[in-house]
Nanobody, 123 residues
């Protein structure tokens, strides 16, 4: 299984970015997938998760600003980030579960498969 993130970059506060995570050897519709982030000197934080049925959950600080989605045909996971704030600056990682979970926790950094990350900078 390989997860490859892209779409990070540097934006001004209030701007938008869309992150992508392309999966190989894994079908995005199968189990739980999501995004977590880590800023320097801070703990990992689960950001958003989507389950096999398309139900989503978000950490409180991004609700109303971020949207997680997936494209089954492309085996790609997305994170649309709007109204970005300096506090959102971090390395963002894609993660996927290895097995079925009845409830997908937003703490996706615990999932078995993780990508290498894409950097988001907000000034």
């Amino acid at each position: 299984v390989q997860l490859v993130e892209s779409g990070g970059g540097s934006v001004q506060a209030g701007g938008s970015l869309r992150l992508s995570c392309t999966a190989s050897g894994y079908t995005v519709s199968t189990y739980c997938m999501g995004w977590f982030r880590q800023a320097p000197g801070k703990e990992r934080e689960g950001v958003a998760v989507i389950d096999s049925d398309g139900s989503t959950s978000y950490t409180d600080s991004v609700k109303g600003r971020f949207t997680i989605s997936k494209d089954r045909a492309l085996d790609t996971l997305y994170l649309q980030m709007n109204s970005l704030e300096p506090e959102d600056a971090a390395m963002y990682y894609c993660a996927a579960s290895r097995e079925y979970i009845s409830y997908c926790p937003v703490e996706v950094y615990t999932y078995a498969y993780r990508g290498q990350g894409t950097q988001v900078t907000v000034s």
